[in-house]
């Protein structure tokens, strides 16, 4: 549509503008100066005298540009914008501080020097490199990435002493600040795991209490509680099952000793435990195929012998 | 073609000289006056039978006349009258000063106010006409330098001039970078130069690389308030504080005779440049109260005195020069040329100074009263000629910030950043339910908000209510490629946009430019040229006339021969064109048609003499 828009330039240089103005938004400062990541200052500087030399908003005085007069404001302050941080020492440490994989592609360039070997630092260095990244630390480009790193951090410490919501919290702000964060995505699955996990230990050692107690009602709750969290928390989908095989309530038992054979099926307990379920609820064909299973998984098991013996048919 | 575009033109709007230019086939030349002279002096005057003068002749009747004229009024434009830089310059004035209706400076001059741009007006109006003089026909655009470090308000403020003087200002640009455009246009320099440019009434220093055709400005630095008439005052006061001594008499009291002690003060120090000593002679200076004769002053000032009163000022520079050079992060052996500017570069204490500072030879192939003129113009054809391989990076001398809670000053946009450019910042409301919000926008390098030029101030209002910073609005500060400054905010959520054009608290409003504006309908020029052509369409009509009488004659003279056949084509071809002519309004066009039929009209005659009718 821009493309075909009556103005007075160029074909070509319409096409240029176009292309570089689809790059605004998304190029790093490098690539839009079209140099190599990590060029030096004064490469930077004589890529951005060339650019203007194109893109100059005074090179179309008085010119009928349309649209295009404000691709190429948008086109010559980025071009400044670039410019700017990348020849300004500071910011332009900030700005590779702050974009990681800018400096690693730089890095990549400048690697393939094997002449160059960094010296080791002495320790006044060493303070003064502190201090100059507590000062980077609060200028504005950096003011994001440190932040972020500063939940990233608190975050870790709660998981490991297990406060896991407070480590929740710590990293939604950080994915507020960088969604696209890795670190933090990955962290956050983790984080969730744990939680659920902890949270359904707890809720089972609540359930314990309540029934020491005799509130089994409270117990009952905090075990499907437990479940939830961690549908792999047989001891609890088991104690579950058999409370409300206890109260009555054959379909929920049912559920639950289905979830503890699903998370342990190995266990022979929970296999006769269900299949004892099945059967009493009238569900024969599956309380057989449950049997069975069990008899295969350990013969000895006094009740499945005990049941063996009554569904033998012959 | 090229004489087919229209006229642009560069002035150098000085402190105590402006100069008109403009780039002619490709070589920039300074305009010279219908006095005669290249410089223009920025001098205004009410004389006392109540004509306008402007240039020389207000110069010369400065001193009969000292409290109705009005000179180096570049240093007030665009100032408040609180500030104490006026308040310090309203001492050593013999004309008087008023306040305005916002703290802007009027000048009084019989019995009205006049303002600083409509002052400035007046001198750029008596240089658009001695260009209209030059090309013949009428001159509306033009580009004005100011000093490098002239804030937002004060280029606004020669905008208005422009305006005022009827002139559609393309650019304002910095005089440094004007400088060393005139420097390098047209040669194949490559390389870091310095301009060191000590006008009248300002000091820049500005330090840029020259290569393939961009001029880009790395750093720039200066003072307002450090010029050729800082220098003046320090002879004047030596004067004045010697003549007490001896007769107990305050001179600067008496305007008369401050205004005499003006003129002897610059014309000793211009002397002294060349000279090693000068005699100052005021005869009849004053007269003591009490009666008795009048008294005398007679002085004899030495090039070394002159050097011991101004060392400090020298010294400044030289300060000026050394912050500049450490924020280009450019040593004086990495520059390659080192060029001069302003009248003051000719005092020789001036020269050394540089010289020993910068450890080379200033360039000697810049004109220091002109260069700036110049480069205007050189920037005046890039702007509108395309074929002009010229690109002017240029950078904004002062910080942009705002203020901020405890009086100090947030930095948007640094100081010595490339132009145009813009950033937008983000801003939250800081109480619940807070409805408006206030910007302060400031230009200046101190920390305390205070300190710096507040350009002005915009409130954001009607903010939807919600709990304290959770309102966010998006601020976007602008710098053009003149320097000025505009501001827009945008609030996050809503969208809801405002746009505020910072406009100099201490200038014209718009209302009053439009007004002033209006009151002096500058048509007189236009109406003069429109008599020009109109007498030359005439000539025109007469000339079409006697060609259309000789054609038939030519005809029966050469029938048949080929020549004839040829010549009565292109003369009919030719009046076709002058019918066209003759309606048109461009002086130009009248008068071409009216040359080619001159033309005409004499191969004609000399061919029927020939044939022997």
């Not at chain 2, 005779?257 to 003129?263: E, G, H, N, S, V």
């Not at chain 2, 450890?359 to 395309?386: F, I, M, S, W, Y």
């Not at chain 2, 350009?455 to 304290?468: D, N, Q, S, Y």
């Not at chain 2, 003279?557 to 048109?584: H, I, N, P, R, Y």
Request: hydrophobic share 40%.
């Amino acid at each position: 549509m821009a493309a075909e828009e009556q103005v007075e330039l160029e074909e070509s240089r319409k096409q240029e503008i176009l292309a570089l103005d689809a790059k605004v938004a998304t190029a790093n400062h490098f690539e839009f100066l079209g140099v190599p990541a990590g060029a030096s200052p004064d490469e930077v500087r004589s890529a951005f005298r060339e650019a203007s030399r194109k893109f100059h908003p005074d090179k179309f005085y008085g010119k009928n540009l349309g649209s295009f007069r404000q691709r190429l404001d948008r086109i010559f302050k980025r071009l400044v914008e670039a410019n700017q941080t990348l020849t300004d020492l500071e910011k332009r440490d900030a700005y590779l501080a702050a974009n990681p994989f800018i400096r690693a592609a730089a890095r990549a360039v400048s690697g393939s020097n094997p002449a160059y070997k960094p010296e080791p630092k002495t320790e006044t260095e060493e303070a003064r490199d502190l201090e100059r990244r507590n000062r980077l630390a609060r200028h504005p480009y950096l003011a994001r990435a440190t932040k972020l790193q500063e939940f990233v951090s608190r975050a870790k410490a709660h998981v490991e002493k297990q406060e896991y919501s407070q480590a929740f919290t710590n990293l939604n702000n950080a994915a507020q600040i960088d969604p696209n964060n890795a670190e933090v995505k990955a962290l956050l699955i983790d984080v969730r795991k744990r939680a659920d996990l902890s949270r359904s230990e707890s809720s089972y050692a609540h359930a314990m209490e309540a029934l020491n107690r005799g509130d089994t009602d409270l117990a009952m709750q905090a075990l499907r509680t437990a479940v939830n969290a961690n549908p792999l928390n047989h001891k609890a989908a088991a104690k579950a099952a058999s409370l409300f095989e206890k109260s009555g309530d054959s379909r929920e038992a049912t559920g639950f000793a289905q979830k503890a054979v699903e998370a342990a099926p190995t266990n022979v307990e929970y296999r006769v435990l269900l299949a004892r379920l099945l059967e009493a609820s009238g569900m024969k064909a599956l309380a057989k195929k449950h049997f069975e299973e069990a008899s295969r998984l350990n013969p000895d098991h006094p009740e499945v012998k005990k049941h063996g013996k009554k569904l033998w048919p012959f | 073609m090229a004489a087919e575009r229209e006229p642009v033109i560069g002035i150098d709007l000085g402190t105590t000289n402006s100069v008109v230019a403009t780039v002619q086939s490709g070589t920039p030349v300074v305009i010279r006056g219908r006095s005669g002279s290249n410089l223009l002096p920025s001098v205004v005057a009410l004389s006392k039978t109540g004509k306008m003068l402007v240039g020389q002749i207000a110069k010369r009747q400065a001193i009969t006349n000292p409290t109705d004229t009005v000179y180096a009024s570049k240093r007030l434009i665009g100032r408040k009258f609180s500030a104490a830089q006026t308040q310090d310059a309203l001492k050593g004035l013999p004309y008087t000063l008023e306040v305005g209706d916002h703290d802007d400076i009027r000048v009084k001059l019989g019995d009205k106010a006049y303002s600083l741009p409509e002052l400035s007006a007046m001198v750029l109006r008596e240089l658009k006409l001695d260009a209209e003089a030059h090309f013949g026909r009428p001159v509306k655009k033009a580009i004005i330098t100011v000093p490098a470090y002239f804030n937002d308000g004060q280029r606004q403020a020669t905008k208005d001039a422009g305006r005022i003087a009827g002139l559609e200002v393309l650019r304002i640009i910095n005089e440094p970078t004007a400088a060393a455009l005139a420097y390098g246009f047209g040669k194949n320099v490559n390389g870091k130069i310095a301009v060191f440019d000590l006008g009248g009434g300002t000091f820049d220093i500005s330090v840029m690389e020259i290569g393939n055709g961009v001029f880009d400005v790395i750093a720039t630095g200066g003072d307002t308030f450090l010029g050729g008439e800082d220098f003046d005052n320090t002879v004047i006061n030596w004067l004045a504080a010697d003549f007490q001594r001896e007769h107990n008499i305050q001179l600067k009291a008496d305007r008369m005779a401050l205004q005499r002690l003006k003129d002897a003060a610059e014309k000793a120090k211009i002397e002294l440049s060349t000279a090693k000593e000068t005699q100052i002679n005021l005869p009849f200076i004053s007269t003591p109260q009490g009666g008795g004769s009048a008294l005398h002053l007679q002085k004899t000032l030495s090039r070394e005195k002159l050097e011991e009163l101004t060392a400090e000022l020298v010294a400044r520079t030289i300060t000026h020069c050394e912050q500049v050079l450490t924020e280009a992060k450019v040593k004086p052996v990495d520059l390659r040329e080192m060029i001069l500017v302003g009248g003051m570069t000719r005092m020789p204490r001036v020269q050394e100074a540089v010289k020993q500072y910068f450890r080379r030879d200033p360039c000697k192939g810049v004109h220091p009263d002109e260069v700036v003129a110049l480069g205007a113009a050189v920037q005046a054809e890039a702007l509108t000629n395309e074929a002009a391989d010229v690109v002017l990076l240029d950078v904004t001398p002062q910080s942009l910030g705002v203020a901020i809670a405890g009086g100090y000053v947030r930095r948007l946009i640094p100081k010595n950043t490339t132009v145009p450019t813009s950033v937008t910042e983000v801003f939250n409301t800081s109480r619940d339910n807070q409805t408006t919000v206030k910007i302060m926008v400031l230009q200046g390098e101190a920390d305390v908000a205070h300190q710096n030029e507040l350009l002005g101030e915009f409130i954001l209002t009607g903010l939807r209510l919600a709990k304290r910073g959770e309102v966010e609005v998006d601020v976007t500060f602008e710098i053009n490629s003149e320097g000025l400054v505009s501001v827009s905010a945008r609030d996050k959520e809503t969208g809801q946009q405002q746009s505020i054009q910072v406009t100099a608290s201490g200038g014209l409003t718009q209302d009053e430019l439009k007004r002033i504006l209006d009151e002096q309908a500058d048509l007189m020029l236009e109406a003069r040229v429109e008599e020009e052509v109109k007498a030359k369409r005439v000539e025109l009509k007469a000339l079409m006339n006697e060609v259309s009488e000789l054609m038939p004659q030519l005809q029966k003279a050469t029938q048949g021969s080929e020549f004839g056949q040829d010549a009565l084509a292109k003369a009919k071809q030719a009046l076709e064109t002058a019918k066209v002519a003759s309606e048109a309004t461009e002086l130009k066009r009248v008068t071409d048609s009216i040359d080619t039929l001159t033309r005409t009209v004499s191969l004609f005659k000399g061919v029927l003499q020939r044939i022997g009718h």
